[in-house]
């Protein structure tokens, strides 16, 4: 149940993320708001459905001005994202 500060990643207009572990309850989350508050769970342009709630590589489809992982349960989790204008 780890939880991470958002990041602000929105002059990046494409964003490649790889999330690995052991992964049983997890959002890649989103928001417009500065607060962060009412994120939204972001999704892959190539995947139906989808939400990026699990361990994969992913490209998100949206560019919110705030992104940040939500970590349930796991073990072992690791996020990483390549960014590029």
Known sequence: GDSCLPVALSN???KT?????TVTTFALQGSNLQDFSNP???NDVNLS?????????????E???LIAP???TGAGVTVSMVCER
Request: proline fraction near 7%; hydrophobic fraction near 45%.
């Open 12 to 14: 990046f207009s494409d």
């Open 17 to 21: 993320v790889t999330i690995e572990g």
């Open 40 to 42: 939204r769970t972001l």
């Open 49 to 61: 459905p989808s939400a990026i709630t699990a361990a994969g590589v992913y490209t998100i489809k």
């Open 63 to 65: 560019n919110p001005l």
């Open 70 to 72: 939500l970590l349930t």
